[in-house]
C-alpha cells in the first residue's frame, strides 16, 4: 500500500503542476484579450472548478477581496496552502514568481513575464514526469512485494 500511494502522489503532483500551467495559460489570456483588473482576474479564477486542486487560488482571491496587495494575497495564499497540494518547495518557488509580475507593469510585459514563469514550471513538470515514470514503477512493485512478504510472515 505504502509503494502504491507514493506512486500516486507523484501522479498528482504531475497532474497538479499541469494544472499550474493552464492557471498561468489563463492568466496570460485574461490580460492579453480583456485586460482584466487582478482582484476580478483572480476572482474569475477562483470560482473555476478546474483550480479547486490548487486552494491557493482561492485563498488569494480571497485575501484580495479583504483589500490585501496581490502580491502578499498571492505569497500568503501559496504559504497557507502548502500542505494540501503534492507540489514541491521548488515548485512553489516558481509559483512565487508571479506575485512580482500581475499589477506592475503593462499587459505585455506581465505576459513575458509569466512566459519565463510558465518555461520553469515546464520544467518542473517534464522532471515530475520523468520521476513519476522511472519511481512509480518501483513504488508499485515494492508496495507488491511488501504485500507478499508480509503475507509470507503472517501465514
Known amino acids: 500500500m505504502i509503494g502504491i500511494s507514493m506512486s500516486g502522489n ?6 497538479e503542476l499541469e494544472l499550474c500551467l493552464v492557471l498561468l495559460e489563463k492568466i496570460q489570456t485574461f490580460l492579453r484579450y480583456e485586460q482584466t483588473p487582478t482582484g476580478e482576474l483572480m476572482e474569475k479564477l477562483a470560482s473555476f ?3 479547486a486542486p490548487l486552494p491557493f487560488v482561492k485563498e488569494c482571491s480571497r485575501r484580495l477581496n479583504q483589500g490585501e496587495s496581490f502580491p502578499s494575497a498571492w505569497e500568503q495564499g501559496l504559504n497557507s496552502t502548502q500542505n494540501q497540494t503534492h507540489l514541491t518547495p521548488k515548485d512553489y518557488a516558481v509559483l512565487s514568481g508571479v506575485a512580482p509580475v500581475i499589477g506592475t507593469s503593462d499587459a505585455q510585459g506581465q505576459i513575458s513575464a509569466l512566459d519565463v514563469i510558465r518555461e520553469m514550471l515546464n520544467e518542473n513538470s517534464k522532471e515530475a514526469r520523468q520521476k513519476k515514470n522511472t519511481y512509480g514503477r518501483l513504488y508499485r512493485s515494492l508496495g507488491v512485494l511488501s504485500g507478499i512478504g508480509l503475507g509470507i510472515f503472517l501465514a
Do not use: D, G, P, T
Open 10 to 15: 507523484l501522479s498528482k503532483r504531475v497532474s
Open 49 to 51: 472548478k478546474m483550480f
